[in-house]
Structures are given as C-alpha cells and as structure tokens.
C-alpha cells in the first residue's frame, strides 16, 4: 500500500503504525488478563499521553514512570496513580510533593536505602507531606535494589512503623536481565525468580501497614512468558507498545510487530566508498546496537522501503555520525534505487532511546499519515 503523505514530513522523524501499536497492546492486555494480574504499562518509551490510552485500553489507569517529567506530564493530564520506578533522594522529595498536591495525584516512589527512607520521614514531618513507598528488590538483574534476604529490608520497614505520613506498601522487582538471554526456557526461568524472590522477600517486613501488599514486578520478556503470577498484584512492562530490534533479535516479537520506523532521506552517494547517506544519524538513531548480539546484520538499524516497513535485504546502517548515517552497499545498483531525495524507514535497535531524540510521533494509519502526537523528554 502506497503511503501518499509521507514526502510532505520533514526528515528525520518518527513513524508509529496505529493498527500495529493497538494489537501489541491488545495482547499485553490479554495476557495479564491470562496471568489474572493488573498491567501498569511503564510509558518510559512512548512518554505520550495518546500511547498511554492505548496501552491502558481507557482514558485513565495505573501507569509507571522513569522521570519527574514524565510524572508531571501524565498527573497534568488526570493520571492519579503513578509509579516511579527509580529509586528517589530526598532533592527530589520537594518536586515530587508538589506534583501530587497540585494534580491531586499519587505517585509511589522506589528506595533501597536506609539512609534515604529515613530523610523521607524526616521531609514528611518537616513539610506535612504524604508518600507512599516500595522497596526495590534486586531479583538478579544486579543494577540497583536488595537481595530479596536483606537485612536492610527489615531496617527500612522499621522506620516507616511510626510514621503516619508514609505507608510502605509493598516491593517492586524489575528481571531487567531477562533481556540477556534469547532462549524461551532461561527467560521463564528469571521469570520464576523474580516472582519468588519479590514474595519472599516481603517475610522481612516489620509491618507494612497493608494487609494486602503490593508486589510489582515486570519486564517485557518475563511477562510474555511467566508459566504463572499467583501473588504478584501487578506488572510493568513498556516496549511491547512499540517492539524494536532488540526484542526481535531475541525472538520476544517478530520484525512486523515493530510498530515505530524512523523515517529518513537519502542525501549523498559515495560512489568511492559504497557508502549511501541519509539523514538520520547517532541523535537520530542512538548509538544503541544490543540487537546485533542475536542479530549481527542489525547495525545501527534496518534499511526498510518506505511504504511497507519490510526491510531492504541485506540493507543496514553501518556507521553513525551525529547527523549522518551510513549505508554499505555491495551493489553499486542500490544508487539507482536509493537516488538522493528519496526516502526510507529504519527499524530501531532500541526504541526507547531512538524516541527520545523526538518530540512527537507521526501516525501511520490505513496507508496515510492521519496525525501528530506529542511527548515529553526530560527529567
């Protein structure tokens, strides 16, 4: 199907297929439906407020976030219960308390550390504020959070006994490492894990002021593919809204499930070098390459036609400037059917940092571009 606006877009920019973002949420949706837990999409990749409706299947519902900014953007748009799933310090506590009070919002915050959950109690008293508090728990990931047998778990539930102004509600896991591995019977495996080790570890609880915990875990991969999620109250996951090369390359999505393309113009040939340029380089792009561990063709991205997304055959960005790409060709013909001025689109390595260099999406739908969305960046 040919796409007849897409000469009118300025280059680079990015692309989201409509039809393809609403079937890969649909089947997130589905299987946490299966898994009889609630999906909190984390909207760290589309940071888009028409995305996060999508994802959620209705205009308001329990989101996860990775920054203050996406915080405020969603709570300014009615979202009320919020997630922030990066352990918080006590520089942020001031920002935080002012975007719940002033969107009349909730946004729970994640801490490891005795240190910092004793100066948010201190912050609550000072300043009459409410927070309400997960502990991460590191599940095998080895990025931040406690071992699941941490004594400090049981020292952070202790400062929270007395205080009125905070309520420990529960752990949060993330099996980020779930991405290492292509093989179905490993992920299920960390999927195993990080559901026992996030319930177990909540036996160290002095008192969490809740009689039904909230046990959060969740990765793309892990979720897909758990045999089961008895006890776990919810999930987080986010790239299955978008798919990229990375998940592709480890078989957690097929290449036309990806639903974002970076659209680009070819603006030189380098006959000497067989080299095609274009237009969208490392800011465009990202340096990101963790597709090419399982998918050594992948480069810095796939060279699709621009009307159907199927890549170009044996077509990939091979190098990466701030501003230009590059094409390797082995047949110089590739100049006569890529001329100067014409355009591609380009399968992203790793969506998330690919869309942080935009600040909207244009959507693809039923073979025209039919609208403009934005998102916010920043922190």
Known sequence: MKINNLNELNTPCLILDKNLLEN????ARVKCSELNTILRPHVKTPKSIEVAKIALGKDIGPITVS???????FASSGFKDITYAVCIIPAKLKRLNYIQLKYDSVIRIVIDSVIVAKQIVDYTKLHSANFEILIEIDCGEGRSGLGYQDDKIREISKVFVTNHNTKLLGVLAHAGHSYSTKNKKEITSISNIEREQALASLKYFVNSKNNSPIISIGSTPTMFYAEHLKGITEVRAGIYMFWDLAQASRGICKIEDIALTVLASVIGHNQQKGKILIDAGALALSKDISANKFMPKAGYGLVCDPNTSIPFKGL??????QEHGSIKIDDTNWFDKL???????????????????????????NGSI??????????
């Open 316 to 321: 990939n960005i091979s190098e990466v400037h």
């Open 24 to 27: 890969n949420c649909h089947k």
């Open 370 to 379: 039919v609208d403009n969305w934005s998102r916010t960046n920043g922190w």
């Open 339 to 365: 001329p100067i001025g014409s355009l591609v689109r380009l399968l992203p390595n790793h969506a998330c940092l690919t869309c942080a260099a935009y600040s909207n999406y244009n959507i693809l739908e």
């Open 67 to 73: 920054t203050l900014e996406e915080a405020e953007y």
